[in-house]
């Protein structure tokens, strides 16, 4: 039997991040990961709500996770981290019975907090194992160099994400390494993009993003890996903008990475929702090839001049 979880996709993942949701769901299809997605599931608040009201914000994601106890589930994985963070902020508050009160003033059917909440990241490197993936890969990403960025909010208030290393987090780039792929050193990626500011305050967003994008290549990377939609947003979608801004010419494809884990696993690029990437991912990785195939030649030469040494040495050895 599969493994079955409550699954929440978030408002992005049916719009700006649609590609974020369809290779999530291929990947777990292909580990045989059971997704039930909460029947008339609601909006969590995401960002702006807990600005205006932590009671109405913590509600709103309440709804959800009553749902999902109405599922029978125990679980609730979502691969948004924005609303990882408002679901995980709200069962965390909802643990003082008295403000699990004023929550359910506002729900219709009361919240019981039961539901343990999980990334999809988390419940695939602590779930699943590195081992059962590395065990899927049919295309290995060999010859490609990916800088991992996980943003600022996915593991961190380390006390409520309670979720690998708040500064230094590694789940990512042990998937990328199952796959094959070369993870580069990259210090900032737990550094904010600029996140919403991209509107009232673009400036900032295009500062920040840049000095992402400039490390990544920097430390030779052919491409980031994210796991965040706002994210993926600032830098792929924003990318011409922070061109523009910094004088600079970045051409680096924005992955998530399940969309690395679809191509790993030997999934159509079109499934994974490649073609809806702004930065051609295409140059990229035909690189990565190119590189992959340059190094398959010089190990066979290698071998192949090993093996003249070997046969030569007998002939040496008897006209002495």
Excluded at 131 to 140: D, F, G, L
Excluded at 168 to 189: H, R, S
Aim: charged share 20%.
């Amino acid at each position: 039997m599969p493994e079955s979880y409550a699954y929440y996709p978030g408002c992005s993942g049916l719009g700006t991040s649609r590609e974020y949701e369809l290779s999530t769901r291929k990947v777990c299809q292909a580990l045989d990961l059971e997704l039930r997605e909460i029947p008339d599931w609601s909006c969590c608040g995401s960002s702006p709500a807990h600005t205006v009201d932590h009671v109405f914000s913590s509600a709103l994601a309440a709804r959800n996770l009553a749902l999902v106890e109405e599922m029978g589930l125990e679980t609730v994985i979502t691969p948004c981290p924005s609303c990882l963070t408002n679901l995980k902020v709200a069962a965390w508050r909802m643990q003082e019975e008295s403000f699990l009160q004023e929550v359910n003033q506002y729900l219709e059917q009361p919240c019981k907090n039961q539901v343990q909440v999980k990334s999809v990241l988390q419940a695939l490197v602590e779930d699943v194992s590195l081992s059962r993936i590395k065990e899927q890969v049919q295309n290995p990403l060999k010859g490609l160099k990916i800088a991992p960025y996980y943003g600022c909010i996915m593991n961190r208030p380390p006390g409520i994400m309670d979720f690998d290393d708040p500064e230094n987090p590694t789940a990512m780039d042990q998937i990328l390494k199952a796959l094959g792929a070369q993870v580069v050193d990259f210090p900032l990626k737990v550094e904010c993009c600029g996140a919403s500011y991209g509107i009232p305050r673009q400036e900032v967003v295009l500062h920040l993003s840049g000095k992402l994008l400039d490390l990544a290549r920097v430390q030779g990377a052919d491409a980031l890996a994210v796991p965040c939609p706002l994210c993926q947003m600032n830098l792929d979608m924003r990318q011409n903008q922070i061109n523009s801004f910094l004088q600079q010419d970045f051409q680096l494809p924005v992955f998530y990475y399940t969309q690395l884990m679809g191509m790993a696993f030997g999934l159509e690029h079109k499934e994974l929702g490649l073609d809806k990437l702004c930065v051609d991912p295409l140059p990229a990785l035909n690189r990565a090839k190119q590189r992959q195939a340059e190094e398959q030649e010089e190990r066979a030469r290698k071998q192949k001049q090993r093996q003249a040494n070997q046969s030569s040495a007998p002939a040496r050895s008897a006209s002495e």
